[in-house]
């Protein structure tokens, strides 16, 4: 069995790690390996990055942060697809693009930057799957989830975000799936495209 990388994006409240959960386990019951993973990720760096001791540092040295964690879980996603594993990803560099951008006013030259940053430590996906929503309405749904407003849910951040994400889908080719929709159309749209990279 060949194995298969496929990302998942999209702003905060988009249900992705929901939408990760579901499509990991059709996969699974369909008797293929699947493996489920996130960034930034809960070990070394990441980890790191999580417990937010790296304390006051500049943007760019953030991004350079995400783009080490990276580089690690892209040696172990590589290792997971050559032994034919269907790695399914939340989050990948199109967050860093899309998410430090927005931290750093989303000038087009600081989104050059991001991408060459990223460009030699990354795999390319089999797909990724931009889950796209009107910030307004994610933002309902983080709400809803009663978890802490962190720095990254504010409204004007996640509009960035969004459009950042919608201009690197056009210019990349993601799979762009409208998340307003129910959670039963989403998977099904998210289904479709990862039947049609996998065997
Ligand atoms: P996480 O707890 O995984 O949230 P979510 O369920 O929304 O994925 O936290 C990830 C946060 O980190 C999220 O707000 C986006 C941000 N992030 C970046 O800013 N840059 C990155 O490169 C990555 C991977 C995440």
């Known amino acids: 069995m060949s194995g298969a990388f496929i990302v998942f994006e999209g702003a905060d409240g988009a249900g992705k790690s929901t939408l990760c959960e579901r499509i990991s386990e059709e996969l699974r019951g369909r008797g293929k390996d699947a493996v489920l993973t ?3 990720t809960h070990e070394g760096i990441g ?3 999580r417990s937010g001791s790296a304390g006051e540092i500049s ?3 953030e991004a350079l942060l995400f783009v080490a ?3 690690d879980h892209t040696e172990w996603i590589q290792e997971q697809v050559s032994q034919g594993k269907i790695v399914l990803c939340d989050r990948y560099f199109a967050s860093t693009v899309a998410y430090q951008s927005a931290r750093l006013d989303g000038d087009a030259s600081e ?3 991001l991408i060459r940053i990223n460009d030699e430590f990354i795999d390319i996906p089999d797909a990724i799957i931009l889950l796209d929503i009107d910030p307004e ?3 309902g749904r983080v709400g809803t989830r009663g978890e802490e407003i962190s720095k990254f849910e504010r409204l004007d951040f996640q509009k ?3 459009s950042n994400y919608l201009y690197l889908a056009e210019q990349y080719g993601f799979d762009v799936v409208d998340a307003s929709m129910t959670r039963d159309e989403v998977f099904k749209k998210a289904m ?3 039947e049609a990279v996998i065997q």
């Open 38 to 40: 996130a960034e930034p």
């Open 192 to 194: 479709e495209i990862i």
């Open 137 to 139: 309405v994610g933002m």
């Open 47 to 49: 980890a790191f990055i």
């Open 59 to 61: 943007q760019r040295t």
């Open 160 to 162: 960035q975000v969004r």
């Open 69 to 71: 964690d990276r580089n």
């Open 111 to 113: 989104m050059d930057w």
